[in-house]
């Protein structure tokens, strides 16, 4: 199994940037598919963006398309999410997850399929 924490939250103004990291502790990061996901308060659980368990696929979710980058440092066992031009609805606290018998190729959108979990870090974006 694999042990996740999440870094890299904090307080940034509209239009400025963070670079969120999710560290793997046990197990390689490079097995699992990874993914990102925020809660708003009083909102569900939503996909951000996803990278497969080989690297070569990556998605994003519609809101932080063209903003906001998933990617993956296998030697540092890190996955990063890179997100520019902040929003106020950007505000949530962020998560990583790792998806175990992910297939080489694939992305997965849903919370319900991931196995392992950080404890997440809050990103609050200012007007």
């Known amino acids: 199994q694999v042990q996740l924490v999440e870094s890299g939250g904090g307080l940034v103004q509209a239009g400025g940037s963070l670079r969120l990291s999710c560290s793997g502790s046990g197990r390689t990061v490079t097995a699992y598919a990874m993914g990102w996901f925020r809660q708003a308060p009083g909102k569900d659980r939503e996909f951000v963006a996803g990278i497969s368990r080989s690297g070569a696929n990556i998605d994003h979710a519609d809101s932080v398309k063209g903003r906001f980058t998933i990617s993956r440092d296998g030697a540092r066992n890190t996955v990063y999410l890179q997100m520019n031009s902040l929003k106020p609805e950007d505000t949530a606290v962020y998560y990583c997850?790792?998806?175990?018998?992910?297939?080489?190729?694939?992305?997965?959108?849903?919370?319900?399929?991931?196995?392992?979990w950080g404890q997440g870090t809050q990103v609050t974006v200012s007007s």
């Open positions: 997850a790792a998806k175990t018998n992910a297939i080489s190729s694939g992305l997965y959108y849903s919370a319900d399929t991931y196995t392992y």
